[in-house]
């Protein structure tokens, strides 16, 4: 059974907003496009009547239309106005973050000698689609079956290799060894990160997922989804160098 996402008090206050944007030419109609023209040039209301005096806006009116979305009076609005603009600032920022973690990673993989993928069979498939564009790339890239082949390759890694692990739960005991020995980069794209081997890894890309975690969980999509955007994010940063695009194009079927 797949599991609803909860409704956060931003959605519900941000939902009525629109609603009352979608109504017909009233005052709450220019409150609420007022707050939400605020809302996308994360522009704050410091003061209740200074947001009256620039919209032209009565203060009672805007008590009026505070009180019909649910608040029990300006102040509350304003709160929740101002938790939603630190909730996009904090979005940016993690957005930000992100880009800059694909680039390194990107560039690490770049400059590798190999690339050796670690995952059970569930991750197979989004493994071997990268690793297919890797080669054409003219990347040493290596995905194998086997979790004893994978363990015994990993075992001739330097430190100008690199270890992708793609593993949902990444708790399988001979995953976390290979990490904790190897001298290679590690990259990992996991929903959990073992405490042991934290300080072993370069990036971690944190799958984020309500799913199921028992033996069912390898049928499920959202973590096999989120696996494949970072590989995509990652081939499109490698793409902007000029050989592997080249090869790319060399290496086409076309």
Known sequence: MVKRSKTTNFEIFYDKLIHQSNQKETINKH???????????????????????????????????????????????????????????????????????????????????????????????????????????????????????????????TEKDVIIVNSVSFQHKWMIDIVKHTKAEVIVVSSWMPPEVKDKVKFFFHIKTEERQDALRVFTMQSKIFAVEIYYKIFIELQKNQKNQENLELSSYR
Request: proline residues 2%; charged residues 30%; glycine residues 4%.
């Open 31 to 157: 409150i609420a496009c007022k707050i939400l023209e605020y809302i996308k040039d994360l522009k704050p209301i410091e003061k209740a009547i200074d947001f009256c005096d620039q919209n032209g806006i009565s203060p009672s009116t805007f008590t009026t239309f505070c009180k019909k979305m649910g608040f029990s009076n300006v102040k509350e609005l304003i709160f929740m106005h101002e938790q939603i603009l630190e909730n996009h600032k904090k979005k940016k920022l993690s957005k930000k973050d992100s880009n800059n973690k694909i680039k390194l990673a990107a560039r690490i993989i770049d400059n590798s000698r190999k690339i050796l993928f670690i995952g059970v069979s569930g991750a197979l498939s989004t493994n071997i689609d990268f690793q297919l564009k890797l080669l054409r790339m003219d990347k040493n890239a290596i995905v194998v079956w086997n979790k004893y082949e994978q363990i015994g390759l990993s075992k001739l890694l």
